[in-house]
């Protein structure tokens, strides 16, 4: 069986680690190797963006420092990800280049912001209504406590859900944009049928 490289991502709030979480289980099951990753990353420049986010200048950093620190961040990351593949194993990642065309880059860029990075199998973008998501993001915070993150906002979120609707037709990419406003069951079912086409095609 082919390892794959998969990507999920969307907007906050969308439910992506979640179904990360189910498909790591199902492919360990079916005895295959699963590397479950994530952007930004606990390297050195996703620590700092994890703090970065968190705090209140945030909002003073430009636009041209937050790509910088993405890229770098994603950059960073690639070579861990193709270790991972040139070992067979399987990569599951939760946010990838697709977050940074999305919340930072304007689509004019997208093309030539993309050529330097490893093309995944498969990417499903997780795509709910912005009132779920708030309503989510909401109730995480309730739970956890922490300090809300900078982008977690209704206009942003907004902006950025109209642009990863619009990947698909920018990018020749295999995007699969997945109704997540239903059941985590539900949801989970589109993606492990995605899944099992793209491993039974890799196998013939
Ligand atoms: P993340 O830690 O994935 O948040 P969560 O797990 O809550 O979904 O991402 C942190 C924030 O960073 C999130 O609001 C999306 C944003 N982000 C960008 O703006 N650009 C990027 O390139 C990436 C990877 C994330």
């Known amino acids: ?24 289980k199902y492919l360990e099951k079916k005895g295959i190797k699963v590397f479950h990753t994530s952007e930004p990353t606990e390297g050195q420049h996703g620590k700092m963006i994890d703090d970065l986010l968190r705090q209140k200048l945030a909002g003073r950093i430009k636009k041209e420092k937050w790509i910088e620190l993405f890229t770098q961040d994603s950059k960073e990351h690639q070579r861990k990800i193709q270790d991972n ?3 067979e194993i399987t990569v599951i990642c939760d946010r990838y280049i697709y977050s940074t065309l999305t919340y930072q880059l304007e689509e004019k860029d997208w093309q030539s912001y993309i050529s330097g990075f490893i093309k ?37 979120l907004t902006k950025v859900r109209k642009q990863f609707l619009k990947l698909p037709t920018f990018l020749d990419h295999n995007i699969k944009i997945i ?7 539900e949801i989970f079912k589109d993606i492990k049928k995605e899944i099992d086409l793209l491993m039974n095609s890799s196998e013939s």
Do not use: C
């Open 1 to 24: 069986m082919k390892h794959l490289f998969i990507v999920l991502d969307g907007i906050d709030g969308n439910g992506k680690t979640t179904q990360a979480l189910l498909l790591q």
């Open 85 to 87: 593949l040139n070992s």
């Open 120 to 156: 995944p199998d498969i990417i499903f973008i997780l795509d709910v209504p912005i009132k779920i998501a708030i309503e989510r993001i909401k109730q995480k915070y309730n739970k956890t406590r922490e300090k809300k993150s900078y982008f977690e906002k209704q206009g942003v």
């Open 179 to 185: 109704d997540s406003n239903r059941s985590e069951k």
